[in-house]
Nanobody, 124 residues
Framework: QVQLQESDPGLVKPSETLSLTCTVSGGHITTAAYYWSWIRQAPGKDLEWMGAITYAGDTYYSPSLKSRTSISRDLSDNHITLDLSSVTPADTAVYYC????????????????WGQGTQVTVGS
């Protein structure tokens, strides 16, 4: 079975770049799903779709985060990566990687694969 595991950076300092890696196991990025997405949930807020990359490498981003977000894939290591620059405490959230057939979905049930999530806290 396909499993997704996010890295665990823990605490990130304000103004730095948050870098997360999603390791896909049990299947390959190019065949297991069409879109590979990053979604986050800040305390007291709804799930927020951040962006996605297709199996072929095309990227799509939420307009509100586009200027700070970069998603890439590493086919050799079966990784989906997220880089979020210039972080502030407002970026504190649980970050999830997910795979599925549709773009920009904000319900977990609409994804085929969903990681366990990683808590990221932005603070000094």
């Amino acid at each position: 079975q396909v499993q997704l595991q996010e890295s665990d950076p823990g605490l990130v300092k304000p103004s730095e770049t948050l870098s997360l890696t999603c390791t896909v196991s049990g299947g390959h990025i190019t065949t297991a799903a069409y879109y590979w997405s990053w979604i986050r949930q800040a305390p007291g807020k709804d799930l927020e779709w951040m962006g996605a990359i297709t199996y072929a490498g095309d990227t799509y981003y939420s307009p509100s985060l586009k200027s700070r977000t970069s998603i890439s894939r590493d086919l050799s290591d079966n990784h989906i990566t997220l880089d979020l620059s210039s972080v502030t405490p407002a970026d504190t959230a649980v970050y999830y990687c997910a795979g599925g057939p549709r773009l920009a979905r904000t319900s977990r049930s609409e994804y085929t694969y969903w990681g366990q999530g990683t808590q990221v806290t932005v603070g000094s």
